[in-house]
């Protein structure tokens, strides 16, 4: 942004106010039949009503040691407008400056105002119950353990487990997802989710500085921060530019008169001019406005990127990588096969499957429990043993079951029937005596194969990661297209082998990592882009991820990369075309060509230009 930018975020909405009086002021300083000296007064109480900003930016910069910005070029280039006697210039350089301002100021406002769409998610307040009142408090004063009551059309202010109630909730402002999701007891309650209906109780598991909420606030305040190298080099730009251009407008009013006898007025003028031209507002403007109005338009599609410096590699990558579990499947486990064997009932064998894994809580025994649907009676169930790795042994109403993988089966010396099925298969064995197995298997999400074929058109190669069995992994990346994969990894072979590919990858072209799980923050953090899937996941992967897709759509990928490209796309536009009609005025201003009135109309039509070229990114 301008320097200055800041100081007037605030101030700004009295601009159309001080413009108005100031254009007044400058009709009837060019219409009334007024003496010279009138004339002067009511140009220079124009002048300081659109320009006293303005100055005192510029010397307030100054006693910061920061004399080079666009705020002391226009103070010069006015003043000696005035020194020339020329002053409707003067008052109108200042006027079509402030103009400039307030439009680029609703710019940002605007593209702010579609990333606070995305913190709607902002909870006012929590309700507890003291007394058998409600009472609001501000969620930071609510304590882990307290249990808050959530009522229709309320948001759930801090993450908790629901202890009572049931309802329908909005995940809209997180996830982008306009379909609802259900809570019920034991079901845990994520922050930023409205109650669309229905009355829940919750208890509280986290501070809300550790809600998801919280959390995804922090990385939007902090967006801004990370700045792109194109942003850098702006900064660093401006701060040489300036000098020369100064140097440049001082040679240009000295050395005619003094070597050539030309006429010190005229050139004088030319050199005014050439200053005001040379402001480089557009540049200074158009570019942060950019990447912030495509940040603010991939927020409107339910992707948060945490600042401008992820772009630039978001918009090459080399390859894609994928962990496997709830990235590009669902990560939620059903039985997908039954097959009981030496004469037994299929219902025989979920039976003792079910009753032997009644007190774990794995996903995988909860997906056997919930798959045979009754009730368990515990009291047939004891002596559990959980086998690390392997399974567990218990005793079912004196029966000896055992429950788990080959490895349990091997153990034991029971003979079990060599299977080559793509998932998870537990072996089941009552009193020595071998039942069958079942397998249990994770659902590919809807649009994981379309993600994968998008993928393929901007990436060199498609990579999965995963911890399960080679043949589930081989089975997967055949039916998705995935170039290459890797199975039976644990968290830290999964940063190796993104280290593999960051040594392969070309110089200029970025490795992308996405997943969604706590174990994926290492791999996250050390690829070039790390993208968190479902800001629903874990808290530590969004944490490590550059960037946060709110729903597990893994297309959302592909549209994240699109919309990267898009946005340098924009921005290099911006500076290609401020620097080229900047160039092609200096070179007119300095020779006389062009009138302090085209300068103005050249800057602030070139600002104006590149603000409107940088909003369509709003539209991401």
């Known amino acids: 942004m301008c320097e200055h930018h800041h100081t007037h975020q605030h101030q700004h909405n009295n601009t159309p106010v001080v413009i108005s009086v100031a254009v007044i002021l400058f009709l009837l300083g060019l219409f009334l039949p007024v003496t010279d000296i009138a004339k002067f007064i009511i140009f220079l109480t124009a002048y300081l009503i659109a320009g006293g900003k303005v100055l005192i930016n510029a010397g307030k910069n100054i006693l910061k040691g920061e004399i080079f910005d666009e705020n002391f070029l226009m103070c010069i280039a006015t003043l000696g407008a005035f020194a020339i006697k020329e002053f409707p210039e003067a008052v ?30 902002r909870p006012d307040y929590a309700n507890i119950e003291e007394n058998g009142h409600l009472v609001r408090k501000a969620p930071d004063e609510v304590k882990i353990g307290d249990v808050i009551v959530v009522k229709a059309g309320e948001k759930i202010p801090i993450d908790g487990v629901v202890i009572e109630g049931y309802a329908s909730v909005d995940t809209a402002a997180l996830t982008g997802e306009s379909k609802p999701g259900e809570l019920r007891v034991g079901d845990n309650a994520i922050s930023g989710c409205i109650n ?15 809600s998801t909420v919280s959390k995804i606030l922090e990385l939007v ?20 530019y300036t000098p020369v251009v100064v140097l440049a ?39 942060p406005l950019g990447f912030f109005a495509g940040i603010g338009g991939a927020s409107k599609q339910g992707i948060l990127v945490k600042g401008s410096s992820y772009l630039e590699k978001l918009a090459k990558p080399y390859a894609v990588v994928f962990d496997k579990t709830g990235t590009l499947t669902k990560g939620t486990f059903n039985v997908t096969k039954i097959q009981p064997q030496n004469g037994v009932s299929a219902e025989e064998l979920i039976k003792y499957t079910a009753m032997a894994e009644v007190y774990s809580n794995h996903p995988i025994a909860a997906s056997v429990k919930a798959f045979y649907g009754k009730t368990i009676d515990e009291t047939q169930v004891s ?21 788990g993988n080959t490895e349990l089966m091997k153990e034991f010396n029971i003979e079990y029937s060599g299977i080559d099925t793509a998932g998870t298969i537990i072996h089941t064995a009552l009193n020595n005596k071998y039942l069958g197995f079942i397998v249990i298997s994770d659902e590919l999400k809807p649009d994981s194969k379309q993600a994968i074929a998008s993928l393929k058109k901007v990436s060199e190669k498609t990579v999965m990661l995963t911890g399960d069995n080679n043949y589930t992994a081989e089975k997967i990346a055949k039916e998705l297209g995935i170039d290459e994969f890797h199975a039976q990894l644990m968290p830290y072979d999964k940063v190796n082998e993104v280290e593999k590919l960051l040594t392969q990858s070309p110089r200029n072209r970025s490795v992308i990592f996405a997943g969604d799980g706590i174990n994926d923050a290492p791999v996250l953090t ?3 882009i790390g993208i968190a899937m479902g800001a629903l996941g874990s808290d530590a992967a969004i944490e490590a991820a550059d960037i946060v897709i709110m729903d597990d759509n893994p297309l959302k990928i592909y549209t994240s990369i699109k919309i990267a490209q898009r946005i ?7 500076i290609f075309f401020a620097v080229g009609i900047k160039v092609l005025f200096l070179l007119l201003g300095g020779l006389g060509f062009v009138t302090m009135w085209g300068a103005v109309f050249a800057d602030v039509g070139v600002t104006l230009l590149a603000v409107l070229n940088s909003l369509r990114l709003l539209r991401c």
């Open 383 to 403: 002596n559990v043993q959980e086998l690390a790795g392997k399974g567990v042994h218990a005793k079912i109403s004196g029966n000896d079951v055992l429950c």
């Open 221 to 240: 305040e902090h967006a801004s921060s990370k700045k792109a190298k194109t942003e850098k080099f702006i900064t660093k730009f401006a701060r040489y």
């Open 526 to 528: 050390r690829a070039d």
């Open 196 to 210: 669309t209906n229905g009355l829940i109780k919750i208890q509280v598991t986290k501070a809300f500085g550790e």
């Open 568 to 574: 340098i796309r924009v921005v290099k536009q911006n």
């Open 92 to 121: 109108m350089v200042m006027i079509l400056f402030q103009i400039g301002e307030y439009l680029q100021d609703r710019a940002v406002e605007k593209s702010r105002g579609s990333i606070a769409k995305l913190m709607d998610i």
């Open 249 to 287: 407008a001082v040679i240009l009013s000295t050395v005619p008169p003094l070597f050539f006898g030309a006429e010190f007025n005229v050139w004088f003028e030319r050199a005014l001019t050439f200053l005001v031209i040379s402001c480089p507002c557009a540049l200074v403007i158009s570019v």
